[in-house]
């Protein structure tokens, strides 16, 4: 039976992909900083474990719960908005200790487990916004941009030992905890200076709502990155990801 380890896994595109995993009949290792029990169905093949991918000790700990796995999902994080001029340093610290380290100090604690048994697959949640500039978003977009470069590498590393490494972007999920988040972090990131200039893009962003990502699209391109090994390296996910991923690829 096949096993995947998720990170961030209490909310959003953790959340729905474990329970397409779920579906699909596969044991799904569900991790979350607070375990909680209510948030997917009761299953013999569910092990929700208590996880912070920014702390050395729980992941070592996780990784050894969790026992052999087949795929690695590294999807926690934390979105951030704002003018890089009122961005605090701590915030930015913040978004790459979860977004961009807890993902390669991941990767680093299953790699041997994956190596000895001669298979396995990382999949590494980037964002759309890797593929088009846009202003408010320059830190955030840095941690994402980094997560790319890093899988791009690693994949020629893992190569030979059986171990693939996939990347999913998803596009704009305005409906999901994470992006609630973000907004909440953003109201001390925009300066005075750049107020009206802020509200200019974010109403801009907000009329584009009719293309737009769901958990649910995320959670398809995960399951087509684990058990399609003919799959692109890259898989947009979402309305609005498939179309700037297309124009990225065609300019």
């Not at 790699?111 to 955030?140: C, D, E, H, W």
């Not at 684990?226 to 979402?238: E, H, L, M, N, Y």
């Amino acid at each position: 039976m096949n096993t995947i380890l998720i990170t961030g896994s209490s909310s959003g595109f953790g959340l729905e992909t474990a329970r397409y995993f779920l579906d699909r009949n596969w044991t799904v290792i569900a991790t979350m900083r607070t375990p909680r029990a209510d948030l997917l169905p009761k299953s013999e093949r569910l092990h929700i474990i208590a996880l912070d991918v920014t702390d050395a000790h729980s992941i070592a700990s996780a990784v050894q719960d969790a026992g052999p796995i087949d795929a690695l999902v590294n999807n926690a994080g934390a979105g951030l908005m704002g003018a890089l001029e009122g961005v605090s340093a701590d915030d930015t610290r913040q978004i790459f200790e979860l977004s961009t380290f807890g993902t390669m100090a991941m990767t680093q604690a299953v790699l041997p487990g994956f190596r000895k048994q001669g298979s396995g697959v990382v999949v590494n949640i980037s964002s759309a916004v890797t593929l088009k500039p846009f202003p408010m978003l320059s830190a955030y977009t840095a941690s994402k941009a980094a997560i790319e470069a890093f899988s791009e590498n690693l994949a020629l590393e893992v190569e030979p030992f059986g171990v693939r490494v996939r990347i999913v972007i998803p596009g704009r999920a305005p409906d999901t905890s994470f992006s609630a988040a973000a907004r909440v972090r953003s109201q001390n990131g925009i300066p005075e200076a750049y107020a009206d200039w802020a509200k200019q893009v974010f109403s801009g962003a907000s009329q584009q709502l009719a293309e737009v990502t769901s958990a649910s699209d995320v959670a398809a391109a995960v399951w087509q990155a684990v058990t399609d090994g003919s799959s692109p390296f890259r898989i947009p996910a979402g309305v609005d990801a498939v179309s700037l991923f297309a124009k990225a690829a065609s300019d």
